[in-house]
């Protein structure tokens, strides 16, 4: 069984940057990001494969967004740059128990509490 907890988000002005962090208890060959802006859909964000490091982006984040992996520790990260009210979202955590880059909901087989990440005009 995987557990995911979820922290660093808060309020931010518009052009600011936030570091996510998500502490994993086991193992999951791929983590990732997701979020949920009010009235609308998960929308995927990020992942990552533990081992090798490959990443997908979503196109919406790429070039503000990083995601990256503890040396050695079970933690996940997501560096948000440059970022704009419509970054405003609940941030959740995601493992798959198989390596997939896919940007689809259901390929995640767990999921975190979520962390609050409000952007400012």
């Known amino acids: 069984q995987v557990q995911l907890v979820e922290s660093g988000g808060g309020l931010v002005q518009a052009g600011d940057s936030l570091r996510l962090s998500c502490a994993i208890s086991g193992r999951a060959p791929t983590m990732g990001w997701f979020r949920q802006a009010p009235g609308k859909e998960r929308e995927f964000v990020a992942t990552i494969y533990w081992s090798g490091g490959a990443t997908n982006i979503a196109d919406s984040v790429k070039g503000r967004f990083i995601i990256s992996r503890g040396n050695g520790q079970n933690m996940v990260y997501l560096q948000m740059n440059s970022l704009k009210p419509e970054d405003t979202a609940v941030y959740y955590c995601?493992?798959?128990?198989?390596?997939?880059?896919?940007?689809?909901?259901?390929?995640?087989?767990?999921w975190g509490q979520g962390t609050q990440v409000t952007v400012s005009s």
């Open positions: 995601v493992a798959a128990r198989s390596y997939t880059l896919g940007r689809l909901v259901e390929t995640y087989d767990y």
